[in-house]
């Protein structure tokens, strides 16, 4: 596609439920990032894709967090018994071989825990 | 642990000032250093940088790298409302192509 697609933009799930984000990459692109930005922070890093490679799982922040990159594409970020502090704009990005200056960011799915 | 830290974290200006946005670095074999504009959700792309005292210049904002003392100076001169953003720093190493992020910079114009 043109750009990144994020879905759904919005979510609002009650505490302990289970929540499944989805992200679409530009065509082409073989590096796929997750991010999560709380409420008046930067950038915090979750998990990279590239390619077939084993992903970087390093930035999960526990074992509740997951996600799947299906043929190289589409990837999903799953998150399990949901906590309030999960509450987030969780932003995903793709990139052409993964080079930085190549990184374009969809426009995030904004999480809310109740 | 690779760290980024902005200042100010916010800054109220009029139309036409120059606003100087800071961003100071940790990083274990730095690869380079790059800044993002993030108006509602999705940051977009500014500079990037990886040599020390080449500045970089697109229209009215410009930036440097000082490798030698870790930091990057973010320049917007004759600002514009819509110049009103937060602006990110992030830095790469060596290790991988992920961005670490500073807490970023938020940025208001007054006309």
């Known amino acids: 596609g043109a750009g990144v697609s994020q879905s759904p933009s919005n979510k609002v799930t009650e505490k302990g439920k289970d929540v499944e984000l989805r992200c679409d990459p530009i065509?082409?692109?073989?590096?796929l990032y997750w991010y999560r930005q709380s409420l008046g922070q930067g950038l915090e890093f979750l998990i990279y894709f590239q390619g077939n490679s084993a992903p970087d799982k390093s930035g999960l922040p526990s074992d509740r967090f997951s996600a799947e990159r299906t043929g190289g594409s589409v990837s999903t970020l799953t998150i399990q018994r949901t906590q309030q502090e999960d509450s987030a704009v969780y932003l995903c990005?793709?990139?052409?071989?993964?080079?930085?200056?190549?990184?374009?960011f969809g426009s995030g799915t904004r999480l809310t825990v109740v | 642990e690779d760290k980024v830290v902005q200042s100010p974290l916010s800054l109220v200006v009029h139309e036409g000032d120059t606003v100087t946005l800071n961003c100071s670095y940790e990083?274990?074999?730095?690869?380079?250093l790059l800044w993002y504009k993030q108006e509602k959700k999705a940051p977009t792309f500014l500079f990037m940088l990886?040599?020390?005292?080449i500045e970089k210049k697109s229209g009215r904002l410009s930036s440097i790298l000082d490798k030698k003392e870790l930091f990057s100076i973010l320049n917007i001169t004759a600002t514009q409302t819509g110049d009103s953003a937060v602006y990110l720093c992030a830095v790469t190493n060596n290790a991988g192509n992920m961005l670490t992020f500073g807490g970023g910079t938020r940025l208001m114009v007054k006309p």
């Open positions: 065509s082409g692109h073989t590096a």
């Open positions: 990886t040599s020390s005292g």
């Open positions: 990083v274990t074999n730095f690869r380079s």
């Open positions: 990005a793709s990139s052409f071989r993964g080079l930085p200056d190549g990184y374009t």
